[in-house]
């Protein structure tokens, strides 16, 4: 199983170069120097992003569940505080006191956790988005192209009834483009089999 998997992985390596080798051939008989990539559609179509972004959700799921738990304690306590004590007693006022910062205890909790987060989900899309941009780097120098210009919504078909999709078409910088420019699906093999690979390699270990 693992041997299969490093070949797939090499195929698809192998696939990958050949065809960036032909574009590459085609883009300098045509003297090209712009290209296009649509980044929402890589990102919708990534092999792993969402798999890690649904797994730090989960874990936030989790993290709220524990918080509720710890805030329904705290709230407990001042229910059992009332019942307890008599309000404005030297008792009264330690006890709550000391429920009291418990609670500031707890928000300050809940804010260090989201940030915790937040960088998480941050570290996620930064590094898909430098792997994007490192395979960019890569074949625009192979294809000698000077520039590469992001697109967006170049796969959907837009619905004229829907606003979201009419504003995003009315965003749109460029209104044409050769086929030949678009480097998404190159991107986008190029994500898949450096996944693949290093699956294959951890297999292997």
């Known amino acids: 199983m693992r041997v299969l998997s490093l070949v797939v992985a090499l195929i698809l390596g192998m696939l990958a170069q ?35 972004i649904e797994a730090i959700e989960t874990q936030m799921k989790n993290a709220d569940a524990e918080m ?6 705290i709230l407990k306590q001042m229910d059992q505080l009332r019942e307890k004590y008599v309000e404005g007693t030297p008792e009264y006022e330690q006890e709550e006191k000391r429920i009291a910062e418990l609670d500031t ?31 960019v780097d890569y074949v625009s120098k192979q294809m000698g192209i000077q520039m590469v210009v992001r697109v967006a919504g170049t796969r959907e078909e837009i619905d004229p009834d829907k606003p979201d999709n009419v504003q995003m078409l009315m965003g749109q910088n460029v209104l044409y483009y050769d086929g030949r420019v678009d480097l998404t699906d190159w991107v ?18």
């Open 18 to 52: 050949a065809a960036m080798a032909q574009e590459a051939q085609q883009a300098k008989a045509g003297g090209l120097t712009v290209a296009v990539v649509d980044v929402g559609y890589i990102l919708q179509n990534h092999p792993t992003m969402k798999a890690d």
């Open 68 to 73: 509720t738990r710890k805030r329904d304690a």
């Open 105 to 135: 205890q707890f928000r300050l909790e809940v804010v260090r956790m989201r940030k915790e987060f937040d960088k998480a989900q941050s570290k996620v899309l930064y590094g898909v988005y430098n792997d994007i941009k490192k395979l």
């Open 188 to 205: 986008l093999n190029a994500l898949k089999a450096n996944v693949a690979q290093k699956s294959g390699a951890a297999a292997n270990r």
